[in-house]
């Protein structure tokens, strides 16, 4: 059964629908959880093979799950019980969450692809939410690029131009939303992961601040050299309330549905906030905004302005210690995985080299490192704080080729991802919470978009700035 065949509402197919939208047509029983995932099942089928988003499909598993939802679904309505946030909602999880009965490959061919015993804590949290998964997704390897490109599947592929990459590493569930092969799905940001991937894509990402979600908390708050952890989990869709809903969802907190609803940021309050294209990474690489880049910037001060909102310069400065530290933070986990020596010329260029130097490198620059950014993290946060909020442009360039990094050496390919996005690690070390929104959309079909970082604690103004700039562009 092709995905024409599905079952379409009055409003359009299923995959038409937002995420919201469709969570309310299966709570209340008129789509089935079975319809829903069949439907998109049946996308998959048809898509992926041109798209390389998912590397597993459990379609089987998937049907039962959602044959169960539907099942606890009548029983709740016929007693009047309370059904989860996300009842019987499909989504996918990225390669390298374990989801228990399914392989988790990690992107690696230089590693064994064991069945997980168990669900990572964010598929835990999800599946007692009421998801249920489709599969998993295509990443770079061990997550660690911005483009989501290994050597066990395919590539994954941009919808909007399938010769150009969807970023990473959530690149292959930022692919399958936008190619509607999923409502929504989440993803994790350890320097951009989430709001890459949404920015290639015309995607809203959103990344929360550190410990929003309590999954994320899993592994405390520092590593074991005392830098500030990276990676927190959030949200890729196409619209801000579905992004709220799944931030619900991920953080067992209400509100971030309503926040988006409203679009009123602030309780209405005009925002200050300071536009900026400072990069931590100025001074080591060649950091200029394509045309596109700067156009989708200038878009997003017009409809931040035309909210009511005063944009205004931001003398914003970086430790020119930054990229040199954070190096050395983002790739010491490869010193500590325990690969064997034997299995290193099976991994891919870049994590094989950085691998080998992040060994060699003495614990003692590791530690220096990690105070470095405690400090940078402690600086950004007070100089942000100055704003409301703080613009950058989301990406610096046009998304870029497949192929594009991994034909040069290890050290060409990091900076060309640097080069392509300056802005998102930086919010990562100091722990605040960021989204990325498109604005621009490019006559060859492409998306462009700004990037909007706050305070601790501002993920609900983030996502009705997301929502007004959202209303914005399609009102163009």
Known sequence: MGAADHPAT????????????????????????????????????????????????????????????DDAGARARATGSPLPALHGMPLAYKDLWDVQGVPTTFGSAAVPHPTASEDSPLVARLRAAGALSLGKT??????????????????????????????????????????????????????????????????????????????????????????????????????????????????????YLEAARRARPADGRPLRIGLTRASPFDGRYPITLDPTAEAALQAGVEMLEAAGHRVEEADIRYDNRYPEAFQAIWTAGLAEAGLPEEAAPALMELTRTFRARAIARPEADKREAAAILQKIAEDCRAQWGRYDAVLTPAMAQTPRPIGWYTQHDADFDYELQCRYTPYTSVVNVAGTPAVTVPTLHTPNGLSMGIQLTGANGSERDLLALAAQLTHASNGM
């Not at 690149?171 to 951009?192: E, I, K, M, W, Y």
């Not at 999954?215 to 619209?239: E, H």
């Open 138 to 255: 295509q990443i770079p390897e061990f997550g660690l690029n911005c483009y989501s490109e290994n050597l066990i599947a395919p590539p994954a592929r941009n919808p909007l131009d399938p010769t150009l990459s969807p970023g990473g590493s959530s690149g292959g569930s930022a692919a399958a939303v936008a190619a509607r092969l999923l409502p929504f799905a989440p993803g994790n940001d350890g320097g951009g992961s989430v709001r890459i991937p949404a920015s290639a894509c015309g995607l809203i990402g959103l990344k929360p601040g550190f410990g929003t979600v309590p999954a994320d908390l899993a592994n405390g708050r520092v590593d074991r050299f005392g830098a500030p952890r990276f990676v927190v989990s959030g949200p890729l869709t196409r619209t801000a309330e579905d992004a709220g809903l799944l931030l619900e969802a991920m953080t067992g907190t209400g509100g």
């Open 10 to 69: 009055a409003s359009g197919a299923l995959h038409d629908r937002t995420a919201v939208e469709l969570r309310d047509l299966i709570a209340s029983g008129e789509v089935s959880s079975r319809e829903a995932t069949e439907h998109f099942l049946a996308r998959i089928q048809e898509q992926n093979p041109r798209l390389g988003s998912f590397t597993t499909v459990t379609a089987e598993r998937a049907l039962a799950d959602a044959d169960a939802a």
